[in-house]
């Protein structure tokens, strides 16, 4: 009789993955998992102390692909308006990974976006050259369109709303250039950048 096939802990991880993925977070818990694994529990149990464990790796995972989201967002020529755009992608896209991400997550941080990271000083920097606002400017208008970003991801991954990618666009972009003008006190930016697909 050969050796029962050994479930590895990496192959734990992308199942779980994939049913919070499809499903949701609520949808995760070991006895599904061992079934779409064709297992008992035990392996599950052996590779993790329990599922809140498991689950902080599926959480490490959805942050890995949010973060390929986040590096293209970056790219842009207006990395704010690009990694707003890339952001609503995501929540389109990937609905209850974005809702595990930056929803349902009781840490209640949003992951580097907002706290000085490296992604937040190419954004800022993106920002003084593109409208050539003193840094405490930039910083304003980067949280303000941050929150108005944040609740079209909200609202999208919800089910609230349903945007094209240029719908969205286009709404960002007047967020953009309303933000710009009202701390700019000009009535046209200097350098408006069309976020284009």
């Known amino acids: 009789m050969p050796p029962a096939q050994k479930i590895t802990k990496e192959a734990i991880k992308e199942e779980a993955f994939r049913i919070v993925q499809m499903n949701g977070a609520d949808a995760l818990n070991a006895r599904l998992l061992a079934k779409n694994l064709g297992c008992s529990t035990q392996p599950i149990f052996s590779s993790y102390p329990n599922m809140e464990a498991l689950y902080e790796d599926v959480i490490k995972k ?12 970056l790219r842009s020529v207006n990395a704010l308006k690009g990694v707003g755009h890339y952001y609503i992608s995501f929540a389109q896209e990937e609905p209850y990974l974005f809702k595990a991400l930056f929803i349902d997550d009781s840490r209640g941080e949003l992951h580097g976006v907002l706290d000085g990271d490296e992604s937040y000083r190419k954004i800022i920097r993106s920002i003084e050259h593109n409208t050539g606002l003193p840094v405490e400017k930039c910083e304003r208008l980067y949280f303000e369109y941050w929150i108005f970003t944040h609740g079209i991801a909200t609202m999208t991954a919800t089910g609230m709303l349903s945007f094209t990618e240029k719908q969205a666009a286009s709404v960002l972009d007047d967020a953009y250039t309303g933000l710009w003008q009202k701390l700019s006190g000009m009535s046209e930016p ?8």
């Not at 959805?62 to 967002?73: D, F, K, P, R, S």
């Not at 200097?190 to 697909?197: F, I, R």
């Open 62 to 73: 959805a942050e890995e692909l949010y973060n390929i989201y986040l590096a293209e967002g």
């Open 190 to 197: 200097e350098n408006p950048y069309k976020y284009s697909n």
